[in-house]
């Protein structure tokens, strides 16, 4: 089970860290990620982790902005967010799975198998 936290309301140019907390553990996942969801929008890849490797993958309008890490201690991931903009404004939501989709899915929502609950941000202008 994942539990995502830290959202809220932030002015532009802000930052914002996101949690994601696996209650069973991250053992036995391969990659955990976060998603968005914009109103009237579909869900949309944001970052994805290999645990193993921590090798990462971002969409452009993030890179730069947004870091993910892990805590493997604590089995939590990490968002980071500088710099935030409005069209940032979304539900996040985070994502795990223990196959090994090829890293051309890895954007897919049907390569997650466990998805949080979703944390709201907010970015003012």
């Known amino acids: 089970q994942l539990q995502a936290s830290g959202g809220g309301l932030v002015q532009a140019g802000g930052s914002l860290r996101l949690s994601c907390a696996a209650s069973?553990?991250?053992?036995?996942?391969?990659?955990m990620g976060w998603f968005r969801q914009a109103p009237g929008k579909e869900r949309e890849f944001v970052v994805v982790i290999t645990l193993s490797g921590g090798g990462t993958n971002y969409i452009d309008s993030v890179k730069g902005r947004f870091t993910i890490s892990r805590d493997s201690a604590k089995n939590t991931v990490y968002l980071q967010m500088n710099s935030l903009k409005p069209e940032d404004t979304a539900v996040y939501y985070c994502?795990?799975?223990?196959?090994?989709?090829?890293?051309?899915?890895?954007?897919?929502?049907?390569?997650?198998?466990?998805w949080g609950q979703g944390t709201l941000v907010t970015v003012s202008s």
């Open positions: 069973g553990g991250t053992s036995s996942m391969y990659r």
């Open positions: 994502a795990a799975t223990s196959r090994r989709v090829v890293l051309s899915s890895v954007h897919r929502t049907w390569a997650y198998d466990y």
